[in-house]
Structures are given as structure tokens and as C-alpha cells.
């Protein structure tokens, strides 16, 4: 595992114009604690470290403490740590990542949230350092080629599994 995470970590550093770290301003540091995500950013620029996370809690508390809606939060937290990467720069005065609070408009940011799993989706499946690229869409292709009704069971089922297999991992 390790020599194949190597692996991919020197293709998509060998693409980096840049082989010196002084070169940035911004520096993201995904981190996950008890199944929890967020962001470390190392401002190069301002020598600070400020981290963005979506729980607003204190980190020592449980998943199942900080979350009511437990298997959705944790699916959630990823989402919103990739957002905080593409949306912050460097600064937490007055930054927005542009999603609405969990209250606002209904489930707006359920909807907004859903919509950003699209596009973080379609960005890695399409990306090419991508090595399983033809194996999904082949999959998708086998997918759609299904009934209406079929896709439908299917999708019920799948959102069930997730669910079962986060709880399987919540402390």
C-alpha cells in the first residue's frame, strides 16, 4: 500500500511547477480525527496556521456527540473540507465558503452540498491520473443502460449501505 501511495504521490507532485515549498502562500492540510475532517492551512505568507472546520464544536467530543444526524454529518465533513480548501484564502476574517447554515432556506445546504459532490465527483472520475477512469464509466455506461425502476432500487439500496457502513465505523 504504502509504495503505490508513493507511487501516486510522485505523479501528481511531478506536476507541480513548483519544487520548492517557499513557492507557496497557502499550504492545506486535510486532517481527520475520529472520523471527523478539516483543514490545516499553513499561511507561508503571514507565518500563521488556522484551521477551518465545519462542526464549530471542540474537537475532543465524540462523532456521535457532535452530530444529531450521525451518518449524514460524517459524509458531510468531507464535503465541506474540500470546499474550505477551494474556497479559503488565507484569512478567516470575513471568509465565507458560500454554503448556507444547516437552518437557512429549508435544506438549502443539503441541496448545495449535494450539488458539490457532483462536481468533486466528476473532477476526480475524470481526472487523468485517474487509473480506474474506463473501469467507471464502463459501470456508468452498464448503469444507465438499467430501467428507469431498476436504477431507482438500486440507488435506495446504495444510500442504505452507505449508511450501515458509517455507523459500522462511528466511535
Same mark, same amino acid.
Given at each position: 500500500m504504502n509504495i503505490e501511495f508513493n507511487r501516486n504521490m510522485e505523479a501528481v507532485l511531478g506536476e507541480v511547477n513548483h519544487p520548492n515549498i517557499s #513557492?507557496?502562500? $497557502?499550504v492545506f492540510v486535510p486532517i481527520i480525527n475520529q472520523q471527523h475532517y478539516y483543514v490545516m492551512c499553513f499561511n507561508l505568507k503571514t507565518p500563521k496556521v488556522e484551521i477551518?472546520? *465545519? %462542526? !464549530?464544536v471542540m474537537p475532543r467530543m465524540s462523532v456521535a456527540k457532535k452530530? %444529531?444526524?450521525?451518518?449524514?454529518? /460524517? &459524509?458531510?465533513?468531507g464535503v465541506? $473540507? /474540500? +470546499? @474550505? /480548501? =477551494?474556497t479559503y484564502k488565507g484569512c478567516l476574517l470575513n471568509w465565507e465558503?458560500?454554503?448556507? !447554515? =444547516? *437552518? =437557512?432556506a429549508n435544506n438549502l445546504q443539503k441541496l448545495q452540498l449535494n450539488d458539490l459532490r457532483k462536481k468533486? &465527483?466528476?473532477?476526480?472520475?475524470l481526472h487523468d491520473l485517474n487509473e480506474r477512469f474506463h473501469w467507471v464509466t464502463k459501470d456508468l455506461v452498464r448503469y444507465l443502460s438499467l430501467p428507469v425502476e431498476v436504477r +431507482?432500487? #438500486?440507488?435506495? *439500496?446504495? @444510500? !442504505? *449501505?452507505?449508511? %450501515? +457502513? $458509517?455507523? =459500522? @465505523? #462511528?466511535?
Open positions: #513557492a507557496f502562500d $497557502l477551518t472546520d *465545519n %462542526s !464549530g452530530y %444529531s444526524d450521525l451518518p449524514d454529518k /460524517m &459524509v458531510d465533513c465541506f $473540507l /474540500m +470546499r @474550505h /480548501m =477551494e465558503c458560500g454554503l448556507c !447554515g =444547516e *437552518n =437557512e468533486y &465527483v466528476t473532477k476526480i472520475i +431507482r432500487e #438500486a440507488d435506495k *439500496n446504495t @444510500h !442504505g *449501505n452507505i449508511a %450501515s +457502513r $458509517l455507523l =459500522e @465505523h #462511528a466511535d
